[in-house]
C-alpha cells in the first residue's frame, strides 16, 4: 500500500508546477493578444504585407525580452518577499512560541477541529520545527516555496511562451494577401486562445469551455480594438 500511495503522489507531482502553468498562460496569452491587436491595426492602415510583417516580427521579439525581464524581476521580487517572510516567522517560533501555537491552534480550529483531536494535531505540528514552520507559511500566509524559486527559468518560460504566442498572428502574412491574412490571424489566434484557456482548465480547476471562451473572447477584443485604432489612423493619415 505504501508503494502505491508514493507512486500516486509521483504522478501528481510530476510534470507542470503551478508556477509553470502560471509562466505559459502569462506569456502565451500576452504574446498573441498584444501581437494580434498590432498586426491587424497595421494592416488595416496601410496595406503592406512587408511593414505587416516587419512589425509583427519586431513585436514579436521586442515584447517577448521584455516580458521575460518582467518576469525575471517580478518572480525574483516575490522570492525575496518570501525569504522575508520565512525568515520573520523562524524568529516568531523561536521568540514567541506560546503566540505561534496559539495560531496553529486557531488555523485548525477554523478547519473545525475541537477538543482531543485538534490538541494532537498542535502538538504533532508544534513537536517538529521545519513541519511548524512550512505550516505556518502554507496556512496562515498562503506562500509556497515552489512559485517563487526560480527567477531564470520563469523568465525563460514567459520569453518562450511569449515567442510562440506573438508568432501565431504574424504567420498568416507571410503566406497570404493583406485581408486573407487578417482574416486567417483572426481566425487562428481566436481558435489557439480557446484551446489554450480550455487546457488550462483541463489541468487546473473551472469548466473548460467556460475558460476557452473566456480567452477567445479576450483575443476578439484586442483584435477589434488594434483594428479600430489603425483604420483611424489609416483614414487621418491617408
Keep these: 500500500m505504501g508503494k502505491t500511495l508514493e507512486k500516486h503522489q509521483e504522478e501528481r507531482h510530476r510534470g507542470i508546477s503551478r508556477s ?3 509562466d505559459i498562460i502569462l506569456g502565451f496569452q500576452d504574446g498573441l493578444v498584444n501581437t494580434l491587436g498590432l498586426v491587424l491595426g497595421v494592416a488595416s492602415a496601410v496595406q503592406s504585407s512587408k511593414i505587416i510583417l516587419i512589425s509583427g516580427l519586431v ?3 521586442a515584447e517577448s525580452v521584455s516580458m521575460a ?3 525575471y524581476t517580478s518572480t525574483k521580487a516575490a522570492h525575496e518577499f518570501y525569504e522575508s517572510q520565512l525568515s520573520k516567522e523562524k524568529k ?3 521568540e514567541i512560541p506560546h503566540l505561534e501555537v496559539e495560531e496553529i491552534r486557531h488555523i485548525y480550529y477554523k478547519k473545525g ?4 483531536q485538534l490538541a494532537g494535531i498542535v502538538k504533532k505540528i508544534t513537536s517538529d520545527k521545519k513541519l511548524w514552520l512550512d505550516t505556518m507559511m502554507a496556512e496562515e500566509l498562503k506562500l509556497f516555496p515552489g512559485d517563487y524559486e526560480k527567477p531564470l527559468k520563469s523568465s525563460f518560460v514567459v520569453g518562450l511562451s511569449a515567442v510562440v504566442g506573438s508568432l501565431i498572428p504574424v504567420l498568416p502574412f507571410f503566406f497570404f494577401t493583406v485581408r486573407s491574412g487578417m482574416i486567417s490571424a483572426l481566425v487562428l489566434s481566436v481558435i489557439t486562445l480557446f484551446v489554450v484557456g480550455s487546457a488550462k482548465a483541463k489541468v487546473t480547476i473551472g469548466d473548460w469551455k467556460k475558460s476557452g471562451i473566456e480567452m477567445a473572447v ?3 477584443v484586442a483584435a477589434l480594438v488594434g483594428y479600430l485604432v489603425g483604420s483611424l489612423l489609416g483614414v487621418v493619415y491617408a
Design 59 to 61: 513585436t514579436t521579439f
Design 69 to 71: 525581464a518582467v518576469a
Design 20 to 22: 509553470n502553468i502560471r
Design 113 to 116: 477541529f475541537r477538543g482531543k
Design 218 to 220: 479576450v483575443g476578439t
Design 92 to 94: 516568531e517560533i523561536r
